[in-house]
T-cell receptor
Framework: EPEVTQTPSHQVTQMGQEVILRCVPI?????FYWYRQILGQKVEFLVSFYNNEISEKSEIFDDQFSVERPDGSNFTLKIRSTKLEDSAMYFCAGMTGVGTGELFFGEGSRLTVL | GESVGLHLPTLSVQEGDNSIINCAYS??????FIWYKQESGKGPQFIID?????DKRQGQRVTVLLNKTVKHLSLQIAATQPGDSAVYFCAENRANQAGTALIFGKGTTLSVSS
């Protein structure tokens, strides 16, 4: 069964460093998302992406965050200058956009900012 | 403000019992609802969805009920098994607008004891 693949599974970084989280969505998906989950809390929407541009973003997704899909395959989330409060699980998700609105999630990338 | 929420943060049941997990939403524009299951260290997994033109939908051992009058959603799990132990999130979306955010509630942790 096709699945959303995320790398790295865990990254530890120093505050102020840049981080790039990568995702390979399911091939027939057209809509892509990043969510984050701080430990023990709910899953929070960051951004949605379609047709090579951002469709919607939350207030969490400030100027420190960016997304791109440079090669038509990988979907990346970049955090320019990490803060302690960026420590969380980051989930990539995708959707076909046809029929149901079901999102398929990856296993997540755990980011620890020291 | 928060659009979707859950009534109870935890629910403990015995194996074989039926479980009912509740969710209240506040956005009247929402017309598509999903229940996700999240096991420890994993991404959310789709369980069942329902559109606003329905009030009940059944899957394998699971039933979702939607009461639009009071903006209430519930997930019923029949004959709960230890493998059902997880955090359950309800989520809402506007089904006609692919690419828009799927908003999650806070989650209910279901513990099933044998």
């Amino acid at each position: 069964e096709p699945e959303v693949t995320q790398t790295p599974s865990h990254q530890v970084t120093q505050m102020g460093q840049e981080v790039i989280l990568r995702c390979v969505p399911i091939s027939n998906h057209l809509y892509f998302y990043w969510y984050r989950q701080i430990l023990g809390q709910k899953v929070e929407f960051l951004v949605s992406f379609y047709n090579n541009e951002i469709s919607e973003k939350s207030e969490i997704f400030d100027d420190q965050f960016s997304v791109e899909r440079p090669d038509g395959s990988n979907f990346t989330l970049k955090i320019r200058s990490t803060k302690l409060e960026d420590s969380a699980m980051y989930f990539c998700a995708g959707m076909t956009g046809v029929g149901t609105g079901e999102l398929f999630f990856g296993e997540g990338s755990r980011l620890t900012v020291l | 403000g928060e659009s979707v929420g859950l009534h109870l943060p935890t629910l403990s049941v015995q194996e074989g019992d039926n479980s009912i997990i509740n969710c209240a939403y506040s956005n009247s524009a929402s017309d598509y609802f999903i229940w996700y299951k999240q096991e420890s260290g994993k991404g959310p997994q789709f369980i069942i969805d329902i559109r606003s033109n329905m009030d009940k939908r059944q899957g394998q051992r699971v039933t979702v009920l939607l009461n639009k009058t009071v903006k209430h959603l519930s997930l019923q799990i029949a004959a709960t098994q230890p493998g059902d132990s997880a955090v359950y999130f309800c989520a809402e979306n506007r089904a006609n607008q692919a690419g828009t955010a799927l908003i999650f509630g806070k989650g209910t942790t279901l513990s099933v004891s044998s």
